[in-house]
């Protein structure tokens, strides 16, 4: 009998445990979407900036002292003057040539009276005194036309003392001070259209071969969006990056020298089936999703990952249009477990 007791006691946790089953555990809460069938195609990322179409080093095209400059974040209209050489130099300048030119228009009047009086002189001078006052005649003429050149280069100097704006913009980098001296050629200022923008993005080689003008593309900054279409496509590869250039004209505007994530829509479409990609759950080098079959329990599917496309990527794998696939609350769900479905 004692025996016995012993036993019964050695036994009784033993027979009084009670197995955890699956469906005492309470269903997950998951967030589901349904798989897409779509037109797909690989799109082309590559990051840019924005940039002015026109953005521009403007110098004086005669040297001498600057007098007045404008000052950085101004805003000035075509044909607005941005700085001054001081012209005293420049008026001097003209006024020698004017006497200079005066001074042979004088001689030129000389040459040719003195020719038409041998001219009326007849058979008195001989044909090659006749000649001689002619040839003098003509280069005099040629004289004054040299003289004539100078001195309209020398008012052309005086009018372009005065720098101008050639575009509207605003000065976004005085290079030189007032007072200084600067030769002819050398920048003043930096002028920027912060208007008139585009967006220069580089992107690989094969990228001539597969993106034309005219393409549809998504520009991103942050949270910001703006639509875009590639203007030109510069087919000549760096021979260091191997890439080429992206000109793709911006509307909206934007900040110059922002830079943008560019995704440019792909040319050529088939149809693919889709899922979101939080919906893809990467382990040790494979992927997989979760989905909810008809009596809400949860099965894990192998897929394979192809080109994305904004919050969507291309699977290949056993999925089918009208699937319901879960996007949150999946990862840590096993095959076989219930699950609670909110739709997204």
Same mark, same amino acid.
């Given at each position: ?44 990322? !590559? ?8 953005? !521009? ?8 002292? $600057?007098?007045?400059?404008?000052? =950085? ?16 130099? +420049?008026?001097?300048? *003209?006024?020698?040539? %004017? ?10 009047? +000389? ?5 038409? #009086?041998?001219?009326?002189?007849? &058979?008195?001078?001989?044909?090659? /005194? ?15 036309? /040299?003289?004539?050149?100078?001195? %309209? ?5 005086? &009018?372009?003392? !005065? ?9 976004? @980098?005085?290079? /030189?001070?007032?007072? @200084? ?9 930096? $002028?920027? &259209? ?9 992107? =690989? ?13 998504? $520009?991103?900054?942050? %949270? ?27 509307t909206d505007h934007w900040r110059v020298g922002a830079p943008v994530r560019v995704e440019i829509a792909p040319r ?7 899922? =979101?990609?939080? !919906?893809?759950? *990467? ?9 909810? #079959? ?6 894990r599917v192998a897929v394979n990952i192809g080109p994305g496309h904004a919050n969507h990527v291309q699977i290949d ?26 739709? *997204?």
């Amino acid at each position: 009998m004692k025996f016995a007791r012993v036993f019964a006691v050695l036994i009784l946790p033993l027979t009084c445990a009670a197995p955890v089953l699956a469906a005492d555990v309470p269903p997950v809460p998951v967030v589901v979407t349904t798989v897409q069938s779509e037109n797909f195609g690989a799109s082309l990322a !590559a990051t840019g900036t924005v940039v002015s179409r026109n953005d !521009a080093r403007i110098s004086s095209e005669v040297g001498g002292t $600057l007098s007045w400059i404008a000052e =950085p974040g101004a805003l000035v209209k075509r044909g607005e003057t941005i700085a001054r050489i001081a012209p005293e130099r +420049l008026e001097f300048t *003209l006024r020698d040539n %004017d006497a200079v030119l005066k001074r042979l228009e004088a001689q030129l009047s +000389l040459l040719a009276t003195q020719r038409a #009086r041998l001219q009326t002189l007849g &058979n008195v001078v001989s044909q090659s /005194q006749l000649e001689e006052a002619q040839s003098r005649e003509r280069m005099a003429e040629q004289d004054v036309e /040299q003289a004539r050149v100078a001195r %309209d280069r020398a008012r052309l100097d005086l &009018n372009r003392a !005065a720098v101008r704006a050639p575009f509207d913009g605003v000065v976004a @980098e005085r290079l /030189q001070q007032a007072g @200084e001296f600067v030769a002819g050629g050398a920048p003043l200022l930096r $002028l920027v &259209n912060e208007r008139d923008l585009e967006v220069v993005a580089r992107a =690989p080689l094969t990228t001539a071969d597969t993106v034309s003008a005219g393409a549809e593309a998504l $520009l991103i900054d942050g %949270d910001r969006r703006a639509a875009g279409k590639v203007r030109a496509v510069i087919p000549v590869g760096d021979e260091r990056s191997r890439m080429v250039e992206l000109r793709i004209a911006l509307t909206d505007h934007w900040r110059v020298g922002a830079p943008v994530r560019v995704e440019i829509a792909p040319r050529n479409l088939r149809k693919v089936v889709t899922v =979101p990609r939080d !919906a893809v759950i *990467l382990r040790q080098g494979a992927s997989y999703v979760m989905r909810v #079959r008809p009596d809400n329990t949860a099965e894990r599917v192998a897929v394979n990952i192809g080109p994305g496309h904004a919050n969507h990527v291309q699977i290949d794998g056993t999925l089918r249009e009208g699937d319901r696939v879960i996007i949150r609350g999946g990862e840590r769900l096993e095959p076989g477990q219930t699950v609670t479905v909110r739709l *997204l």
